[in-house]
């Protein structure tokens, strides 16, 4: 015991079973947190990758084929949620571990410092996908880019659908980051 | 050598049975001297460690908002008309042409406007670095302007990437061949908004280091 820190005289029943429930509970809603963004975000991904669709007719010089690699940043896209789902797949361990030990401070701040990355990477693949997204849709008059969702409707669609599981995943991140940080808080 | 212990005066917490009972000891000078100033040592540590991380948290801030000012400036004065004409064809470029560049500039000029309302916060964390309530106030701000600005920024770069090389597959010309200027004040801008995204992203895992001591 150090000289002249403060000195607990007593504590009502259960006080310190009840601190360490509260760390407990916000432990269970992380690890629910990470099941539900790896789900959006590997949906996301594949929802994204297996876009593929071809017109039934065709010309010399004009394509008809639209896929998601046609578009670079629909790659990173892909790229950002997968690897997004795999760290919320790898961090379900850690997680666990959080609920076991209320009192773990070294996991929790690890946690903190991935997730802040990850929910950077994952925004950046987002938003890009969702800029991409709505120049499709609406074409640019002043660049000269013709909305091309005029003709590839299902695979428009598709690429707009995917964006949610992503959304998801960010949301996902701003909580968890706050439990953790809360979690961190209470002594 | 005598110890004297001094029994707190009950808080409303205590006797509703929330909160411990505390008490302060305290140790006259002796020849376990040694003890008492270990201990004090200690604490003065931890708060010496607490408020070194509030002064680089406040450096972080000033750093960033020079960035997202800085980006939202350079993106909000792009413009350039190229010195000749025809009937057909737009030859002025300027940011609101795009809806995603005025949806960077707005981004980033919140996020900027946010860290400047947020230095009074830190600053009061330099003075008290033991202060929860500011602390988890200025994590759960700083995560939000983060995945602001990293959207903006990551909206900006695709279409950037897209004024740079177009886009063969889907007809989509690359305007950068004509309007070099206007590329390159775009470009510099969302290079800035990322340098900001970085600073956050250390200001919110530093603030995890502060709150780990607490």
């Not at chain 1, 690890?31 to 007719?57: K, Q, W, Y």
């Not at chain 1, 361990?93 to 990355?117: E, W």
């Amino acid at each position: 015991m150090k000289a002249d820190a403060p000195v607990v005289l007593g504590e009502p029943k259960g006080y310190t079973a009840q601190k360490a429930g509260v760390k407990r509970g916000i432990a269970i809603l992380d690890f629910i947190l990470r099941l539900v963004g790896f789900i959006g975000t590997l949906s996301s991904a594949i929802m994204m990758a297996t876009t593929n669709e071809t017109l039934p007719f065709f010309t010399q010089f004009i394509r008809f084929r639209a896929e998601y690699n046609d578009l670079p940043t629909f790659t990173f896209f892909v790229v950002a949620n997968a690897a997004v789902s795999a760290y919320f797949l790898l961090s379900l361990p850690l997680s666990i571990f959080n609920i076991l030990r209320s009192s773990a401070k070294n996991s929790r701040i690890i946690l903190i410092i991935f997730d802040t990355g990850m929910l950077a990477l994952l925004t950046a693949g987002s938003s890009a996908g969702a800029a991409i997204v709505y120049l499709a849709h609406r074409g640019n008059t002043k660049a000269n880019w013709l909305a091309i969702c005029q003709q590839f409707n299902s695979f428009c669609e598709r690429i707009s659908g995917s964006l949610i599981g992503s959304y998801v995943g960010v949301t996902v991140f701003i909580v968890l980051i706050l439990l953790s940080a809360s979690a961190l808080a209470r002594r | 050598m005598s110890t004297t212990i001094d029994i707190t005066e009950e808080t409303s917490a205590v006797a509703k049975g929330k909160a411990p009972l505390i008490a302060t000891t305290t140790y006259s000078d002796g020849s376990k001297g040694n003890i008492k100033t270990k201990g004090a040592a200690a604490a003065t540590a931890a708060t010496g460690y607490k408020k070194g991380i509030a002064i680089f948290d406040f450096l972080l801030r000033l750093g960033a908002i020079v960035a997202a000012l800085a980006a939202a400036g350079t993106m909000g004065s792009s413009e350039q008309t190229l010195p000749f004409f025809t009937q057909f064809f737009q030859f002025r470029a300027s940011y609101d042409d795009l809806p995603t560049f005025q949806f960077f500039v707005i981004a980033m000029s919140i996020v900027g406007g946010y860290l400047v309302l947020s230095l009074p916060f830190s600053i009061v964390l330099i003075i008290r670095p033991s202060a929860v309530a500011p602390k988890m106030l200025l994590v759960a701000l700083d995560i939000v302007a983060l995945t602001l600005n990293t959207a903006a920024g990551g909206a900006a770069a695709a279409v950037v990437y897209l004024a740079h090389n177009g886009n063969s597959s889907a007809n989509w010309l690359a305007i950068c061949q004509q309007f070099g200027d206007f590329c390159q004040k775009v470009s510099g801008a969302v290079v800035a908004s990322f340098i900001s995204a970085v600073a956050l992203v250390f200001l919110v895992v530093l603030s995890g280091f502060a709150l780990r001591r607490h």
